[in-house]
């Protein structure tokens, strides 16, 4: 252990904490640092880690995937998608094709991609096809995204977008008390785009505890002893325990690109619903990239089960942070990376994929060894 | 015209034919040089073996075919008598299956083949017999190998899953996934490129050197799915438990880098030429100190100990947190060996 994990572990056992105290953290890279770690095993019984909202695959409507899969099905379509995209199921009969990996064994022509910059490649490399990028992700990936839409695009490539804001999500959870935790942990990365600023309602308006972390398990534990050290002095501020990356006002010119790129507009959230002015939307100049302009509408609203959760799967209940994956009845029964029933065994930014792949089999199972 | 390097596999080359006599006279039988391999034979006759006979068979179709610290030639080789040499023989003679793709390059083909006999040399052993297929284009991504392997036990050498108990040592003869890693490196995937070297070598001195010390009672080199899948099988068979702790198990900054950007567990990534094994506890730093006299061992440690209150593989982290290893689902990466 290093000697500052070794500091902030000995504040945090120091701490007279007299009470059951919930931390939520936003970020499936939070999740997946604190897994590995293994901190929850670390920390005092009393402190309960929650993951949040912050996985961006969970979140994509199942409409967007649906769409995505009804493109890629059109012969003159070379669909491009994040990979953690690829295996996440969609409502249809299991005569048909129900994932964009599914789709693919049936012949159509799906890639994925790593960085946004390869689907100019790629659409200048097959300038007969019509290339459709599919770009699902939080502010950090949009980004990139709309810088891509910033520049000089070849014609034969259009960006079917289901981009999301991650702070809505976390004001929605306050504002409705649909779950319950006493500080929260904010995305480091995300901070680093959109400015820490972005997260002092949270604090100001909620009267909650926040800090800002990286995904070190040094800056997580910095944040959670600042989160638990103001709710014991019962103050409320945002801390930052990123500062070094993340800024005040963030990223300026991240956040011209965005600004120039899209319209920020009302969003559907899988297993939320719909959240006011939550969701990127392409500006109307750059409609003649826009997959949602140039094809005709896939989404089939009337479609069986549209948009809705697979049934048996509580991926809602795991994503707005009221159960814990292991409290899902299907998660590691019915339900395993292999064979993903809900999204949020599908990402690799899911909690239930981080939990079930990094062995967290029970958020009470501490310690494992007996001693 | 003859066979020569210059040229390209054709599917006469496999017909049994002028051709196919010329290539393996020309280019596989100079590479294997060794007095006992007669093409002209269709078995190979084996002197009588001094020692209770050990034979394993392993099949290898790495992608790319060379890659940096080794090639599909000089693995198929040290994957086979490792396998023997982990458990506890000497290893004597190969055979040696060829299936190549036509179009592939006589060349290519001829510096495969050196390195496949520099490899036999250097670990002692033979290629005592062969055959060779050629494959339409497009049918086995250049060249597939199969080697079969013979040898005898070493005496006094009483090695096995049975033998575990709780309190034994585990140890590893060094850095882990060092072949995975630096074989994705090679395929240059996610843009991703380094200088790693795939640590492919024949483990006989390391499995030599712990000879003859009575608290050795299972070893294994762990390649596909790494040291967590040698890990799972050794507590299925024993229904003990093992803990491992991550600040002692070597890893090299290379490796710990592509996991922490790809998201990978270094504890499942592949080795092909490191050695893990369970020694009693008395045992275990004798074990360990001849380890560490050897070049290939200089990295080794004690990276965990068997468990008798769980039957899980259970890493102890960095930060005095745990979590269980469990079984590999999705192979992260394919065709690795």
Redesign the interface.
């Given at each position: 252990?290093?000697p500052e994990?070794r500091h902030w572990?000995n504040l945090i056992h120091g701490l007279p904490l007299d009470r059951t105290l919930k931390i939520m953290n936003v970020c499936g890279g939070h999740e997946?640092s604190i897994?590995?770690?293994?901190?929850?095993?670390?920390l005092p019984r009393n402190i309960e880690i929650i993951p949040g909202p912050g996985c961006p695959v969970c979140i994509c409507p199942e409409e967007d995937i649906y769409q995505a899969m009804r493109l890629a099905l059109d012969e003159r379509v070379l669909l491009l998608a994040f990979g953690d995209m690829l295996q996440v199921p969609v409502n249809l009969p299991r005569s048909q094709p129900r994932s964009l990996d599914a789709a693919r064994a049936a012949g159509a022509d799906i890639r994925p991609i790593?960085?946004p910059m390869d689907a100019v490649a790629i659409a200048r490399e097959h300038p007969e096809r019509e290339v459709v990028f599919f770009a699902a992700g939080f502010e950090t990936t949009m980004a990139p995204v709309a810088a891509l839409l910033g520049q000089d695009l070849p014609d034969n490539l259009s960006l079917l977008i289901s981009g999301r804001l991650t702070w809505p999500a976390v004001a929605m959870l306050l504002e409705s008390q649909s779950c319950e935790f006493d500080a929260l942990i904010a995305p480091g990365h995300v901070a680093t785009i959109m400015g820490t600023e972005e997260w002092q309602f949270v604090p100001q308006r909620h009267v909650l505890p926040a800090a800002v972390a990286g995904f070190t398990?040094e800056s997580l534990l910095a944040a959670i002893y600042s989160c638990l050290r103001q709710t014991l002095e019962g103050r409320s501020f945002l801390d930052n325990c990123y500062a070094e990356v993340a800024l005040p006002d963030g990223n300026p010119t991240a956040q011209r690109l965005l600004k120039n790129a899209f319209d920020v507009v009302d969003a559907n959230w899988r297993g939320i619903g719909i959240l006011a002015r939550s969701g990127f939307n392409p500006r109307e100049a750059h409609a003649s990239h826009d997959a949602r302009v140039r094809f005709s509408d896939h989404s089939r609203a009337s479609r069986r089960r549209a948009g809705e959760m697979p049934p048996g799967c509580a991926c809602a209940n795991v994503v707005m942070g009221q159960i814990y994956p292991n409290q899902c009845p299907l998660y590691g029964r019915g339900c395993?990376?292999?064979n993903p029933v809900g999204p949020c065994m599908v990402s690799?930014e899911g909690a239930c994929r981080i939990w079930?792949?990094?062995?967290?089999?029970s958020h009470r199972e501490?310690?494992?060894?007996?001693d | 015209m003859a066979t020569s390097e210059a040229g390209v596999i054709e599917l006469c080359h496999g017909n049994g034919g002028r051709l196919m006599h010329e290539l393996i006279e020309n280019v596989i039988r100079p590479a294997l040089a060794n007095p006992m391999l007669d093409t002209q034979l269709d078995a190979a006759k084996l002197p009588a073996l001094e020692g209770l006979p050990v034979i394993t068979t392993d099949g290898f179709t790495v992608q790319p075919l060379e890659f940096p610290g080794g090639d599909i030639g000089s693995l198929a080789v040290h994957g086979t008598i490792n396998d023997l040499a982990v458990s506890g023989a000497v290893p004597l003679y190969l055979t040696l299956s060829l299936f190549i793709e036509e179009g592939f390059e006589i060349s290519r083909l001829a510096r495969l083949m050196k390195s496949l006999g520099q490899a036999a040399a250097s670990a002692g052993v033979v290629v005592v017999t062969g055959d060779t297929k050629v494959l339409p284009r497009g049918q086995c991504g250049g060249i597939y190998l199969a080697t079969t392997g013979i040898g005898v036990m070493a005496p006094g050498t009483n090695l096995g899953m049975d033998f575990v108990q709780p309190g034994d040592k585990i140890l590893v003869s060094g850095s882990i996934g060092d072949h995975g890693t630096a074989v994705m490196l090679a395929r240059e995937q996610?843009?991703l490129s380094g200088s790693l070297l795939s640590d492919s070598a024949s483990v006989l001195p390391l499995t030599r050197a712990l000879q003859g010390l009575e608290g050795v009672r299972f070893m294994r080199d762990p390649t596909r799915g790494g040291l967590a899948t040698v890990a799972h099988e050794l507590c299925r068979a024993t229904g003990l438990?093992m803990?491992l702790w991550q600040?002692v198990i070597p890893v090299s900054d290379q490796v710990r880098g592509v996991c922490d950007l790809l998201?990978y567990?270094p504890y499942y990534l592949a080795c092909e030429g490191r050695v893990m094994a369970v020694v009693s506890m008395s045992d275990a730093p004798s074990a360990l100190k001849r380890w560490q006299a050897l070049p290939a061992g200089s990295q080794a440690a004690i990276v965990g100990e068997i468990?008798s209150?769980?039957s899980?593989v259970?890493?102890?982290?960095?930060?005095?947190?745990?979590?269980?290893?469990?079984e590999l689902?999705?192979d992260p990466l394919p065709r690795i060996c």
């Open positions: 252990m290093t994990a572990l997946r897994s590995l770690a293994g901190l929850r095993t670390v790593a960085s398990p395993t990376p292999r690799d079930w792949a990094n062995g967290v089999r501490t310690p494992i060894c007996p | 996610f843009g438990g803990n600040e998201g567990d468990q209150n769980h899980r259970v890493l102890t982290t960095d930060y005095g947190g745990e979590r269980i290893l469990e689902e999705n």
